[in-house]
């Protein structure tokens, strides 16, 4: 059952739609937009003409790989846009790349999509489909700079299991805004790593809904920001049927001046949702002063027939706790700080199993540590992960 079947009341998710004109721009006094820098995001939101984002696509030979024009893409989607951004990313780009697992297809070698940026303004629109009980792996990139708005949509039939990592690893001065929506089937598995670790503004719309009994859905997720930059991360998890389950764990790194994290995670659980599991968790550590990170977890709960449902948060320095345990066994400070920042990161980057990602997410994190007073320089767990 699609969440765009059923409406439902709340101030934290405009009405999904097709139509550009549904979509005001923003002024930044709206809810979803609140924190958001919206300036900095002002020529996705109002230009036109921008160009077709290239898309490329490495993938086993059974994967189907087509384009479509935008008509086509809107019959064969499932989730319209929320907002201006993901509209024009929807409609303008002059093809859509579609990419389609066959059913029972199990894929030892991933399905590898790059989306790259040449410093123009452009939009791409992606639709991902994996069949009934196939198994696959997707990795997405984004690299290169421009100006960039993508619409992403992988919809996952009756028992299948998918993983998705989406890297958005961007050259300074870029600006990516999206909309990725995950639709999980009937007794599916489906599990999502966003890690956004490049050094442009990034703002990232996540959803996801159910289609049917029975699915799972784990939601992993990592960005580190730098002084001035602006990562945004905003996560909707609709539970419309019964015995689904989600679990969410987001966490993020900031350091320098202007350095600013958002994080914003809803979780509605429908009246139809009965014995439903769901925990969203969002944690950041701050290694320098002006640093700002919002973390806003929310649940929406219209049933009291759940099997659990639970939200954390937190933004600080480095754990008390955990420096004193490593400092009481004869770690060096500088080196304790170290093991508890690559412990928090590496406990993600491990479960990618992807060699070539999980090393430039290790990269990422060094890179994030190097200038950290009081950090060590040397990489002490890195070369286990």
Request: net charge negative; hydrophobic share 40%; with cysteine.
């Amino acid at each position: 059952m699609s969440t765009n079947d059923q409406k439902f009341n709340s101030h934290l998710h405009p009405v999904p739609s097709w139509e550009l004109a549904d979509h005001a721009e923003p002024t930044g006094r709206e809810e979803v937009w609140r924190f958001s820098p919206v300036k900095r995001f002002r020529d996705l939101i109002t230009t036109g003409g921008a160009v077709t984002l290239p898309v490329r696509v490495t993938a086993p030979t059974e994967v189907v790989v087509r384009q479509v024009n935008p008509a086509e893409a809107v019959e064969l989607a499932f989730d319209p846009p929320v907002d201006r951004v993901a509209a024009w990313a929807a409609l303008e780009p002059e093809a859509v790349t579609v990419v389609e697992v066959p059913r029972k297809a199990e894929l030892i070698e991933p399905i590898t999509i790059e989306m790259t940026g040449d410093g123009s303004l452009a939009r791409g629109h992606l639709l991902v489909s994996v069949g009934e009980q196939a198994v696959a792996k997707i990795i997405l990139r984004h690299t290169g700079s421009g100006r960039i708005a993508t619409k992403v949509e992988l919809a996952a039939a009756q028992a299948s299991r998918v993983d998705l990592v989406s890297v958005q690893d961007w050259d300074a001065g870029s600006v990516h805004g999206g909309q990725v929506s995950v639709k999980v089937g009937k007794d599916a598995q489906v599990r999502t790593i966003q890690a956004t670790v490049g050094q442009g503004d990034v703002r990232l719309v996540e959803r996801a809904e159910y289609d049917g009994p029975g699915g799972e859905l784990n939601q992993l997720g990592m960005y580190f920001v730098r002084a001035g930059q602006h990562v945004e991360h905003r996560l909707f998890v609709d539970h419309v049927d019964p015995h689904t389950v989600s679990h969410v764990d987001y966490r993020g790194a900031l350091q320098g001046k202007g350095a600013h994290s958002v994080w914003i995670g809803d979780v509605l659980i429908r009246k139809t949702a009965l014995d439903i599991e769901t925990y969203e968790t969002n944690r950041n550590l701050v290694l320098t002063e002006g640093c700002q990170a919002d973390s806003v977890p929310n649940l929406e709960i219209e049933t009291g027939e759940i099997r659990g449902a639970g939200h954390s948060s937190s933004t600080g320095r480095f754990d008390d706790e955990q420096l004193f345990y490593l400092r009481s066994r004869g770690v060096p400070e500088e080196q304790a700080r170290r093991l508890i920042v690559e412990g928090f990161f590496l406990d993600i980057i491990g479960r990618i199993q992807v060699p070539e990602i999980e090393a430039r997410l290790v990269e990422a994190l060094n890179h994030q540590l190097e200038s950290i007073e009081g950090v060590a320089r040397e990489s002490l767990l890195s070369e286990e992960s």
